[in-house]
């Protein structure tokens, strides 16, 4: 009766021992702010914030290799408390937001070839753009949809729309679109952005859509230079969007595809 | 001796699989397949595990469990050994392979609970082996493991893209496979004797 025991027992304090011992002299020196903002994390291991697991983001956060932000689960509440952990004001995290540089649906989407194959974006783009005529603009299966960790994305009449109170700026979608026609760009109001993604002339562009932009350059004069057209496309430059006044209401009415789009 | 080797080896990938004939280690089978180089990284750590829990347990059960007549400690003796051995290799890990510690991640403290583990080690006792065979033993398995893994993610990679009835993706088509897999090797009996 007392062998059994006492084997055990003295087994159990053994490996205890050696892993006393073990924990003390493998022990690695850590930063204390990665144990805080492990603490914060929810823990769960989601991966929305493109680590494999809750100690990974926290290790890249501490290191600065990854965003404040970073946690995609936690939200504004977990930032915050990271922000505090790591010292820097709320204020200098930019808040970004999705948007589809694309505004086509299915009563405008032209199309040369009827697609029956697999209904996934990443699928009919690689089957000659999903017979879509446009090779730039959004295949409307609604990958982006899949992806989104909040559920900020629903599909009407084939475009997918983004609900911007819901969205948190996690770039998921912005990954899978095989087509890069979503973008992050800085919350702004009104939020302002062309709904456009084809870079060739405005020739081309007027052939597989009507919706597209067509490089007339009349955003540009009428917002004095806020809007650059380079390679045929117009685009905002958000980082001088605060400094100047702009008629938004104006521009949006003046762009003859409509390709300009506002949100308050 | 050569050959014994040879064939504890390959009757540990094939006929004695630990997933496709014992039905062994199921949980990680199902649960870490879902891509190739996660199933890799599980199959290596098994691998790993179960080599050096021959290599450890196969001496405390000759050397002091059988002369002392507690031979019936098995089980509570061998978990005990695997689950601080598990601990101490991460431990070691994150001190002097911090890279194989990252690689591993999360799969490592995952082995503790592997009944797979458990299986060999008590295998080896159950069959008779030698020290050095039992390593080898626990080895092989180890591999037919990560085999069976690495066979199972291949196929689940390529069922992502497959037509497959609304009712059957996901869990269900995977056990599916799983049945059929375990049947094609059972076409491997007799192939190696014992």
């Known amino acids: 009766m007392l062998l059994p025991l006492l084997l055990m027992g003295s087994l159990g304090v053994i490996f205890g021992i050696i892993l006393v011992v073990a924990e003390h002299t493998f022990r690695v020196e850590e930063d204390p702010r990665l144990k805080e903002i492990l603490s914060l994390l929810p823990g769960a291991n989601c991966g929305a914030c493109g680590f494999p697991s809750c100690e990974a983001c926290a290790r890249q956060i501490v290191e600065g290799k990854a965003p404040v932000n970073s946690c995609v689960m936690g939200g504004e509440e977990v930032t915050e408390k990271i922000c505090r952990v790591m010292g820097v004001s709320m204020e200098k995290v930019e808040r970004k937001v999705a948007v589809i540089n694309c505004n086509v649906d299915n009563l405008t989407r032209k199309i040369q070839a009827d697609y029956q194959g697999i209904q996934t974006c990443q699928a009919a783009h690689l089957v000659m753009g999903g017979g879509m005529s446009c090779a730039y603009g959004c295949l409307g299966f609604g990958d982006c949809m899949e992806v989104c960790p909040v559920e900020a994305i629903s599909l009407k009449d084939g475009l997918p729309r983004i609900d911007r109170e819901k969205c948190i700026g996690c770039g998921r979608c912005v990954e899978v679109c095989p087509r890069k026609v979503i973008e992050l760009i800085p919350r702004h109001k009104p939020l302002v952005w062309v709904a456009c993604s084809n870079p060739e002339p405005g020739k081309k562009v007027r052939e597989v859509c009507k919706k597209g932009c067509i490089a007339c350059k009349v955003c540009e004069k009428l917002s004095g230079g806020l809007f650059e057209v380079s390679d045929f496309l117009s685009r905002l430059k958000y980082e001088e969007i605060s400094h100047k006044e702009v008629d938004w209401e104006k521009l949006v009415e003046k762009c003859p595809t409509g390709c300009i789009l506002k949100e308050d | ?194």
């Not at chain 2, 649960?31 to 290596?44: C, H, Q, Y």
């Not at chain 2, 994150?94 to 690689?103: G, N, V």
């Open chain 2, 1 to 194: 001796m050569g050959v014994k080797f040879f064939l504890i080896f390959l009757s540990a990938l094939t006929t004695q699989n630990i997933v496709f004939a014992y039905f062994l280690g199921i949980c990680p089978y199902l649960g870490v397949s879902r891509k190739l180089d996660t199933a890799l990284g599980m199959g290596m750590a098994v691998t790993f595990v179960m080599t050096l829990t021959a290599l450890i347990t196969w001496p405390i059960f000759y050397k002091i469990l059988q002369p002392h007549d507690l031979v019936y400690l098995q089980i509570p003796v061998f978990i005990l050994v695997i689950a601080s051995l598990v601990q101490f290799l991460e431990m070691y890990f994150r001190k002097a392979l911090p890279h194989l510690y990252t690689a591993l991640g999360i799969y490592l403290p995952l082995i503790t609970t592997n009944c797979a583990i458990l299986g060999v080690a008590l295998f080896m006792i159950l069959k008779k082996f030698g020290y050095i065979l039992s390593v080898v033993y626990a080895f092989s398995t180890g591999l037919g493991f990560a085999m069976a893994l690495l066979i199972m993610a291949g196929i689940r990679e390529e069922l992502e893209m497959a037509p497959l009835p609304e009712s059957l993706k996901g869990a269900p088509i995977t056990l599916i496979i799983a049945g059929l897999l375990a049947l094609a090797f059972m076409g491997f009996s007799g192939l190696v004797k014992g």
